[in-house]
């Protein structure tokens, strides 16, 4: 299983990014994917996670609302489109997908396999 992030670069505050997580090596149907990113000296942190078979969606309370989780089944690709960025939102976008089911997963553990990350900085 592969999974390229990528769509990364600077942009001021209050514009908009979008991240692209390319998966390989299997059919994703029946995995959960997510989002999480490391800021500098932080742990990294849960950003939002969709559900490939059924749609379903969460997300951080930081990003709810500017954020919008999806994915494009012909491509095997997961989007983060990222809207109103915010300074706060400077850090490392990993992808990460987790096999099974319905539970839409936020800790980092729960996760089998990550992509490397793209970095995304929010200048003021």
């Known amino acids: 299983v592969q999974l390229q992030a990528s769509g990364g670069g600077l942009v001021q505050a209050g514009g908009s990014l979008r991240l692209s997580c390319a998966a390989s090596?299997?059919?994703?149907?029946?995995?959960?994917m997510g989002w999480f990113r490391q800021a500098p000296g932080k742990e990294r942190e849960f950003v939002a996670v969709l559900g490939w078979s059924s749609g379903s969606t969460y997300y951080a309370d930081s990003v709810k609302g500017r954020f919008t989780i999806s994915r494009d089944n012909a491509k095997n690709t997961v989007y983060l489109q990222m809207n109103s960025l915010k300074p706060e939102d400077t850090a490392v976008y990993f992808c990460?997908?987790?096999?099974?089911?319905?539970?839409?997963?936020?800790?980092?553990?729960?996760?089998?396999?990550w992509g490397h990350g793209t970095l995304v900085t929010v200048s003021s």
């Open positions: 090596g299997r059919t994703f149907i029946n995995y959960v």
């Open positions: 990460a997908a987790a096999r099974g089911g319905t539970h839409l997963y936020t800790l980092t553990y729960e996760y089998d396999y």
